[in-house]
């Protein structure tokens, strides 16, 4: 939620550590990407939005990507937050608690190596603790006969791209162990926004049956699919709701004499057969035409009172009238004179409920 700690957070960090438009340089042919503000290892992203509760997902992409792009942790990166212009207010997180937030599975700085996998640069390892980074010497050789053999290398991960219309498709598939390896799919806008992506792991001789599946998907997927018409809804009878002309009343008597159906005189008429059923009705040519008429609903039943007022007052001659004040003032006397709750029924005539509710007091626990 927004936090009103901007000026705090200004007036707490000194000029040397505020870092304007801080840059977060990329390789392998892909552009770099600048943020807002670096304030005391606190990247900020300047938003001007009217609706600062909803961040821009286009927001969330390129912060995340900055800090994905700072592999050594050079900029010192500690949290991550918007600044809301409009409403003069900033939302910030620590780096753990955004990544989780992201739903993210690994930490920082192994996101970092594997994002410099997928575009071909190696990390550095950064130093622990807070020793500085120095050069240490090599080690004296292992002698042959107990060197241990050395991991054969795995080929470096290979990019593929291509530019259709106004998007950009980009193929990474990063080999592993066993013959398997990761293929990362990035669909993107002109302006490096991510549309779309799924990682996978896969065997590396599914490739060449799955690239002819997507082949085969694209060329179905590229026929002209016909639309199902929607059925036709059923027309009105095309005299439905006008008055009645004498020659229809008169066609109208003849073929009920004649014994007639109501369907094929409303067909003959072009009413419904509902009116055809009332107007005949109307003309005493026919009884009511209980079918065509929804029956009443059931009435709902009243539920009778589990006991009457008089009832009550056979036990409690004053059992819902109303205090006096003289009787309410009496029965506070009597209460502190300490008369219990049934020796006040008794003697004002009253329910026990009502003695209780009447002084004010909590009603015994069963």
Known sequence: MPRPLWPPLLQATAPRQIT???????EGGHDGLRGDWLADGLLINV?????????PLAGIHHLTTCLLLDRDDEQEITGVGWYSARAGALIHFDVEEYLGLLGARRSLPDLRRHL??????????PATGSLPLVQSHEPPPVPAAVAEPATPALPRPRRWEITHGERRYELTLAPEPAGTCQA??????????ILSHFTTTMETTDLEPLGRLIRLAAQEASLPITPIPPAPRPSAPPRNGQSWSDEELDQLRSSAVQGMEHSAIAHLLGRSERSIAFKLHQLHLAPFPHDHVKPPAAPTPVSQPAYTGEEKRRTHPRAYERWTPEETARLRQRH??????????????RKEGAIISRLGLRPPTP
């Open 116 to 125: 410099a996998q997928l575009w071909g640069r190696p990390t550095r390892t």
């Open 184 to 193: 990362h799919v990035l669909v993107l806008s002109p302006g490096g926004e």
């Open 47 to 55: 938003q001007a939005t009217i609706r600062p509760e909803q961040l």
């Open 20 to 26: 304007l438009a801080p840059a977060f340089p990329a």
């Open 336 to 349: 502190e004179q300490g008369a219990s709750i049934s020796e006040l029924a008794g003697e004002f005539g």
